[in-house]
Nanobody, 117 residues
Framework: QVQLVESGGGLVQPGGSLRLSCAAS????????MGWYRQAPGKQREVVAVIRYGGDTNYADSVKGRFTISRDNAKKTVYLQMNSLKPEDTAIFYC???????????WGQGTQVTVSS
């Protein structure tokens, strides 16, 4: 059973940076796809960025040019480097992993990111 452990959230001032990490364990899969989603208070969960095993990525328009997703396939770990953070980035960020193409995905427990002065 796949388990995801997230780290790196916290409180940061507008314009600051944070780096989130998410490590997958419990499966022999190299994780076909890994990504980050977020949910702000009163809003639906939305995709932030995803990356597939081969390295191709997709970003939400709202974070393009500010956030960078990457992964270490050997460590089954995905990272989200967040720069130029804005108050509207405040949300719980969730890691998501899909071990196999067309298979079900798994969610992490979430990590709070708060952007405030």
């Amino acid at each position: 059973q796949v388990q995801l452990v997230e780290s790196g959230g916290g409180l940061v001032q507008p314009g600051g940076s944070l780096r989130l990490s998410c490590a997958a364990s419990g499966s022999s899969s190299s994780m076909y796809e890994m990504g980050w989603y977020r949910q702000a208070p009163g809003k639906q969960r939305e995709v932030v960025a995803v990356i597939r095993y081969g390295g191709d990525t997709n970003y939400a328009d709202s974070v393009k040019g500010r956030f960078t997703i990457s992964r270490d396939n050997a460590k089954k770990t995905v990272y989200l480097q967040m720069n130029s953070l804005k108050p509207e980035d405040t949300a719980i960020f969730y890691c998501n992993a899909r071990p196999f193409v067309n298979g079900p995905s798994v969610w992490g427990q979430g990590t709070q990111v708060t952007v405030s002065s």
